[in-house]
C-alpha cells in the first residue's frame, strides 16, 4: 500500500456508459496528477491539481473531466469514450518539494473501452 | 527545454547477471534525479533518488550516481533477480516544485 489508493483496479465499460475513477491520498500531499499510460507509449501527463485548482491540462478531450473536491480526493469523470482510450490510469500525489520526495502513485485503474 | 532519454528496452538478461540501464537528462539548473520501478499490473514505485552532484542513490541492492558533468544518471545492479522482472522509469525534477518528467521507460526481463 502506498498511501494512494486507486479504485476501481478494473473497469470495463462500453462507449455510451458514464463511469468515475476515484483517487484518495492521506499523506498530506497538496498536489495530485493524473496520467495515462498506454502500452508502448510513455507516460502521458493528463491534469495537474495543486491546492484542489487546475493548474495543468494537456490537450485532454473533453469526454475526460477531472474533479477535485478536496486535497484528499481526485476524480476523473469519463463519457463517450473510445477504444483507444483503453489504458492504464495512474493517479499520482506529491507534497511541496516535488524535488526532494517525488512522487507516490497509485495502484491504477486499468480501463477497457468496448 | 527539459528531457529525459533511456536506453530502448527490453533488456534480456540472466539471472545473477549485472544490469545497467543508461539515463540522460537536459535540463537548466540543478535538478533532482529519480528511478521509480514498475512491476507488472502496479503503479509506479520510488526505487531511489538523487539531490545534488555526485549524490548517490541506493535501494535493494541498486544504484545510481549524480554525474553532473556528463548529465547522467545510470541505473545498476550487480546481481539481478527474477523478481527484478520490471519497467524502470528515469526522472527528473528541474526545480523544487516543478512536475516529474519522465522517461520513456525500459523493461527489464530477467530469466532463471
Known amino acids: 500500500e502506498t498511501g494512494v489508493t486507486q479504485t476501481p483496479r478494473h473497469l470495463v465499460m462500453g462507449m455510451t456508459n458514464k463511469k468515475s475513477l476515484k483517487c484518495e491520498q492521506h499523506l498530506g500531499h497538496n498536489a495530485m496528477y493524473w496520467y495515462k499510460q498506454s502500452a508502448k507509449k510513455p507516460l502521458e501527463l493528463m491534469f495537474v491539481y495543486s491546492l484542489e485548482e487546475r493548474v495543468e491540462n494537456n490537450s485532454v478531450p473533453s469526454r475526460f473531466s477531472p474533479e477535485c473536491p478536496n486535497s484528499s480526493h481526485l476524480f476523473l469523470h469519463l463519457h463517450t469514450l473510445q477504444p483507444e482510450d483503453s489504458a492504464l490510469y495512474l493517479c499520482?500525489?506529491?507534497?511541496?518539494?516535488?524535488?526532494?520526495?517525488?512522487?507516490?502513485f497509485g495502484s491504477g485503474t486499468r480501463l477497457t473501452v468496448v | 527545454g527539459n528531457s529525459v532519454t533511456q536506453m530502448e528496452g527490453p533488456v534480456t538478461l540472466s539471472e545473477e547477471a549485472f544490469l545497467t540501464i543508461n539515463c540522460t537528462y537536459t535540463a537548466t539548473g540543478y535538478p533532482s534525479l529519480f528511478w521509480y520501478v514498475q512491476y507488472p499490473g502496479e503503479g509506479l514505485q520510488l526505487l531511489l533518488k538523487?539531490?545534488?552532484?555526485?549524490d548517490k542513490g541506493s535501494n535493494k541492492g541498486f544504484e545510481a550516481t549524480y554525474r553532473k558533468e556528463t548529465t547522467s544518471f545510470h541505473l545498476e545492479k550487480g546481481s539481478v533477480q527474477v523478481s527484478d522482472s520490471a519497467v524502470y522509469f528515469c526522472?527528473?525534477?528541474?526545480?523544487?516544485?516543478?512536475?516529474?518528467?519522465f522517461g520513456a521507460g525500459t523493461q527489464v526481463v530477467v530469466t532463471p
Open positions: 538523487a539531490t545534488k552532484a555526485d
Open positions: 499520482a500525489s506529491s507534497p511541496f518539494g516535488v524535488a526532494i520526495y517525488g512522487y507516490t
Open positions: 526522472a527528473i525534477s528541474p526545480r523544487s516544485w516543478g512536475k516529474l518528467q
